[in-house]
């Protein structure tokens, strides 16, 4: 596609259940990334995939957080067992290869009641 | 792994003005450096970007400077203008990962 792309742009769900968050990378871009911005803060990194393959998982909040990416392209985000602190912004952002920006969406915005 | 910082958290200018936006790594060995603006609601995008085998860059009213022995990069945007308003993250990185600094809010006063 022409840009990357996030679904749902909105998704309020009640404390305890899952959720899956989708990002759906532009075409040909090998790297991809989660990102978490609370309100008003900064860019709070939690995972990376090259390929299908994560080579970081550092960022990841707790257990609760997964994510999978599966033929290159599209990637899932899954919380499991969701609390009000993980009401956020999820930013998905996609990359070329070495040494070139992010291209982010537009996010998710996840609303925990 | 790399720490990146940013400062100021919050600046505001008049319009016309010129703004500076530093920041400061600790992996001497990042050698990728871009600028993100985010508008309100909006996502990150990418402004200006700059090598590490390059000491400045400029593209039209931003500026990005970098010095590699003291490990810190700035932007530079003169002439400001309220739709310079935002809040603008710098980063820096090898390879395809990038750490973020904790944003600037820039707020122009016409």
């Known amino acids: 596609g022409a840009g990357v792309s996030q679904s749902p742009s909105n998704k309020v769900t009640e404390k305890g259940k899952d959720v899956e968050l989708r990002c759906d990378p532009i075409s040909g871009h090998t790297a991809l990334y989660w990102y978490r911005q609370s309100l008003g803060q900064g860019l709070e990194f939690l995972i990376y995939f090259q390929g299908n393959s994560a080579p970081d998982k550092s960022g990841l909040p707790s257990d609760r957080f997964s994510a999978e990416r599966t033929g290159g392209s599209v990637s899932t985000l899954t919380i499991q067992r969701t609390q009000q602190e993980d009401s956020a912004v999820y930013l998905c952002a996609s990359s070329l290869g070495d040494r070139v920006g992010y291209t982010f969406g537009s996010g998710t915005r996840l609303t925990v009641v | 792994g790399e720490n990146v910082e940013q400062h100021p958290s919050t600046l505001s200018v008049q319009e016309g003005d010129s703004a500076v936006i530093k920041c400061t790594y600790s992996?001497?060995?990042?050698?990728?450096f871009p600028w993100y603006k985010q508008e309100l609601g909006k996502r990150p995008q990418l402004i200006i970007d700059?090598?590490?085998?390059?000491g400045e860059k400029k593209d039209q009213r931003i500026a990005v400077t970098l010095n590699k022995t003291a490990k810190h990069f700035s932007l530079h945007i003169t002439e400001t203008q309220p739709e310079d308003s935002a809040v603008y993250f710098c980063a820096a990185g090898r390879g395809n990962q990038f750490y973020f600094g904790t944003g600037t809010s820039l707020t122009v006063i016409p």
């Open positions: 992996d001497s060995a990042s050698n990728y």
């Open positions: 700059i090598r590490s085998n390059v």
